[in-house]
Structure formats: C-alpha cells, structure tokens
RNA sequence: GCUCCCGUCGUCCAGCGGCCUAGGAUCCCACCCUUUCAAGGUGGUGACGCGGGUUCGAAUCCCGUCGGGAGUACCA
C-alpha cells in the first residue's frame, strides 16, 4: 500500500480504497487487512510502517556514493526550472549532478545554516537505457534527459521512487504493471534495482532493521507492463471522479461488479475469438497482457449500460431481488422504500415485482422508478400521465367498466387480461383506450410494467381503491362537453 | 519547450502484405413484435488522420507530417 504521502493517504482514503476493491471482487494473497494488520511474509505492506527500511538504505546509498545532497529550496527550484523552460541557458529542466551538486563552500555554508537538504540519486550523465515492456516493447532513453530523482525529502521520508524499488526487491514483486503514467518513471527505478542488489546492500538493511529476510532467488522484475490510459469520452483523463471514489458510485448506481469486471478487461483487450461476455473463469483463462492494445481507452458509460442490462436480466429472481434490496431502504439512495431489514410482504412484493421490471433495468437503482406504487400506500397520480391519458374520449368509460368487470374475476395474470380484453368491444373503442387509462389509474403513470400482471400483484383490493379514487380524476380531466 | 508513448466506425475491440467492396460490440436510425416502457428480431448510417515510399499487391512494412496523451514535483 503505496501511502508515503502522509497529506494523501488518510485513513479514510485508505479504507475506502480496500473497500472499493473487496467489492468490485479484487482479493490479495499478501497484504494490509481492514483491521491493521498484514497477511503474507514480507510485510510489513504499508509503506508507511516501513520507513525504518527506507532509511537505512538510503543512508547505505548514501555512503556508497550513489547518492547527493540538494539543499535548494522549493523556491529556488522553481525559478531555475522557470529560467530553464524559458530557455534561460537552452536547455530543458533535468537536474543532473553535473550542474546541480553544490561546490563545497556552498554546501559548508548551506550546512552551517542548518539545511539537511533532500537526498538525490545519481544518475549516468551519458548513455541511454533501454527497459522491456510487456506491452510497448522496446523503449530507450538518454540517460542525458533524466533529472536526478530525490529519493528522501529533507524530514528524511522516502518517496515514491526509493519505497517501491525496495519494495520490488525486498517482497519479491514479479511484474510491474501499473499506468503508462508511470512508463517514464521506470529508468529509475532499474537504475535503483541494480544499485539494491549491488554488493547485498538490501540484504544488509534488511538485517539491519529486522525485516524478513529476501528470498535469495530473487533477482529484479522480470516485467514491466504499462497500461494504456483509460479517458473519458471527452478524451481527458479520468481525474475528478476516478479511484474508489467512482466504484463507489458505480455501485449505488446499480452496477454489478461482475459487470465492472468483464467491461473493464475489455478496455485494450479482447480475447482471441472476439467474444465480449466474459466470466471471471474466461477472463482468467485467456487474458494475456501481450494482446493488451496500446492506445487509451474512452469509458463508455453506454456500453456499460448495455451489459449490465444483460446481466440483470440473466439473474436468478431471487437473486436479483436480494440485489435491489439496498436500492430500496435507503442503503444507497435517500429514498426509502422499505424498512430495514424488510418486512416479509414487502420482500414478498419485491420477489413478485422481480419478473415485471428484469427486462426493463439497465442498472439496479432504476428500481425506484417502477416500484413506488407496489410498495406505497397513498398512490399519487404522475400529473403529465393524467393529462395525456385521462383527458381521452372514454378514459372515465374505461375505468368504470374495468371497476365492473374486476370484482368477479378470478384472480390470474390470465383471466384479469380476457376480461379487460373484453372491454373494448363493449365499448367501441381499441384496446390501447381502455388500458392507458387503466394503467394510469393503478400505476399513477402511462409508462409501467405490464398491465394485467401489475394489476395482479397489486392485488382485488387496492386495484379497484385505485381505480375507483382515480374515476373522478378522469371525469374532471374529460374536455367540456360541447 | 524537452522526453517518452499513441493514432481503424462517435466509443471499445478484430485485423498482424492478398481471405477487407474492413468484421463484432455499443450508440443512433428504420422496420417487425406489442397494452405503455422495455426486452427480442431484422435491416441500415458510420472508420483505416495526411503525404511520400517499399511491393505485382498495404489498414497491415519504412520515412515524414499532423493530431492526441503522459511525464517534466522534496505527488504517486
């Protein structure tokens, strides 16, 4: 866990990082656990708790000579990078020991002023470095463009750089894959593997603090692996809404973290056949990050959509029930439809609601847009619906027939729908006349799931109140007589 | 500015010198089905950034160009 920056990395942030994993279905063999602790042999695995490690590399770096003291300040860095961009003497802002270690009066006089200064690595002023990547092949770099990377701030914490390095070694990390964000920090990082494993100075520091030692088979990484970006559709970087807090949100809007799953391994790749509804078991079969495509990828929130509906409708009923149940109390949403945990008839409600509305959800939290007049008790008629629907020659008709017809039916999906089919030929008119006012009547709205069969869930007795509260509606609503 | 990466339908992928009058998915449109909304079915619009090469033949190889992205922190 990757938390060296002490103003980043809250407690809070971290938890809900863990948490955003556990739910979208990522686990760990090795690692930090919700409570503090670790599980695994190298830990510990918060960089945080290993800070000892890092400084006595850093000093064994130190002494070796692999390393220089920077005592600038942030401002005087700025303005010479300001000058620099400017093309102040041509070139670009690398920080090289060359040009940036102090004289030897300066540092005396620096020191005598009390600055500790940050710690630099030292990198090859000539030459180039070529790293392997998985997914990019072949990439080199003149050793001539990369600054100096400070590798422990003047308070004598590790950054980034130093931390995962002696991470990589020291926990046996196989394979680096990580962002292309990260792609040009990589030079350094071999650069700081090959310096760690020179004349065992990891090995020493780990002894030296007490940390488990390495496993001596272990060399460097074998391989890098960088990632294309994943954009939003307007192509700039998921910045505002990325990280756990997006899954977060993913996931009170309704989206199944099998979904997430399968869409996301489809951004910069597909398996060989094309096929894009892949299980956890395909995925895990086929995916290769050598067939892993190198240009960013836009999030379609669309084509997410798509799937999920997919996968909604290929849910068990019960399953699917128990899905939309915090989408209903309250869990996710402030509206509350139920009470926590639910009553049986409203778990009953919600089961017989399940094949009504399966084939209609793109996304779980869609629920509390069909289930309100299932689940409430004073129905409230949708204003427009009333206007569209109940402002029709032979809307009040419809409604007093149905009041006549429904008391004596058995109470079937199927006999319920060969009665009100009778209607229209009784009253002259076609079936859509006779149902929208029903349906407006019973759901409180023109769009609902399937007439005959709400009626049913509904059941005798609130579907007639409903319809018999909504004739005089209809009857106001109706075009003055002529 | 400098360094590195990338460039096939709006979007995600397939394509790895001839099978491509470029295929699938999503989106959009039309039609069918239909009690609303969906779902489902059928069909359609839509792309190799541009310019040079190499080759009998290029989306596929090479060069250039243009465009996009990332990095350029005592952040990670």
Partial sequence: MEDTDATRATEESMRSMMEAMRWIGLDWD???????????????????????????????LEASGATYRDHRTSEELEAWRELQRKGGDGGPPVVKASTFEHSDEDLARREAEGSVGSLRLRTPESGSVTVTDLI????????????DPVIERSDG?????????????AQGVSLICRGEDLLSVTPRQVLLHGLLLTDGLLDAALAAVGFPARDASWVAPEAFAH????????????????GSVSIQEFRRQGFLPETLRNYLALLGWAPRDGRERLDDADMIAEFDLRAVGRSAAAF?????????????????????????????????G??????????????????GLVPLVQERMQRLDEIVEYAPPFLVDELEL???SVKKVFTKKGAPEAIEATIAVLPDVEWSVE??????????????????????????????????????????????????ARLRAALPVAQEAQPAAE
Wanted: charged content about 30%.
């Fill in 382 to 384: 949708d204003p427009d």
């Fill in 227 to 242: 990632l294309p970006m994943v954009v939003g559709m307007d192509r700039k970087k998921l910045s505002k809404r990325h």
């Fill in 136 to 147: 990019r092949g072949e990439i080199t770099w003149d050793w001539a463009t990369i600054s």
């Fill in 30 to 60: 090795e690692g930090p656990e919700d409570d503090g602790t670790s599980r695994g042999p190298y830990g510990p695995y918060r960089q945080s708790e290993r800070t000892a490690l890092y400084a006595e590399v850093a000093r064994r």
């Fill in 157 to 169: 914490s590790a950054t980034y750089p130093l931390a995962n390095s002696v991470d990589d070694l």
């Fill in 415 to 464: 006999a319920i729908e060969e009665a009100l089919r009778g209607l229209p030929e009784q009253l002259g008119i076609g079936f859509g006349k006779v149902a929208q006012p029903v349906r407006v009547a019973v759901t409180g709205s023109s769009v609902s799931p399937p007439l005959f069969e709400s009626i049913e869930l509904l059941g005798r007795e609130t579907s007639l």
């Fill in 334 to 351: 402030e509206v509350a439809l139920l009470d926590t945990p639910p009553t049986d008839s409203q778990r009953a409600m919600v089961h």
């Fill in 300 to 332: 379609d929130v669309d084509k997410l959509s798509a799937f999920n509906g997919e996968r909604i409708r290929e849910l068990d009923p019960g399953e699917l029930t128990d899905r939309l149940t915090p989408h209903l109390d309250g869990t996710y």
